[in-house]
């Protein structure tokens, strides 16, 4: 291998060290309801049936109540793990192209008590 290839390996190497990947974000968690998706610190994660495919509609008062699971800059796709830009620049993770958040009302890991608020919240299953 020559310097320029070593080099090109190398670098390609700290790109991926420094990604930021759906397992560092999204776990599998157990609930009441059984398997559900979690955030990193173990918060019951949601899709909203207002949503279109890769596609946010919470935002405002929303976003508030149920803000969305950010992804940084260095977030990278992977299988059914997903990152869309929302419309105000900002980076979200998705699954299987659904949206995920969070409940303002979910006070600990466990919690569930946002699934079916309105009837358009649900629990993301994996």
Do not use: E
């Not at 919470?58 to 969305?68: E, F, G, L």
């Not at 869309?84 to 993770?93: A, C, K, L, N, V």
């Not at 358009?120 to 994996?126: I, Q």
Request: hydrophobic share 45%.
């Amino acid at each position: 291998m020559n310097l320029k290839s070593t080099l090109t390996v190398a670098l390609a190497a700290a790109a991926l060290g420094s990604a930021a990947f759906a397992a560092d974000a999204i776990q599998t968690g157990d609930s009441a309801k059984g398997a559900i998706l979690t955030d990193a610190a173990g918060m019951s994660l949601y899709t909203f049936d207002n949503d279109a495919a890769s596609v946010s509609n919470c935002y405002d008062a929303c976003a508030v109540n149920w803000p969305p699971l950010m992804a940084d800059d260095m977030a990278a796709a992977q299988g059914d793990y997903g990152v869309i830009q929302r419309s105000d620049g900002t980076r979200q993770w998705t699954y299987k192209d659904q949206p995920l958040y969070t409940w303002v009302k979910d006070a600990k890991p466990g919690d569930i008590t946002g699934d079916g608020v309105k009837g358009v919240w649900h629990l993301a299953r994996p």
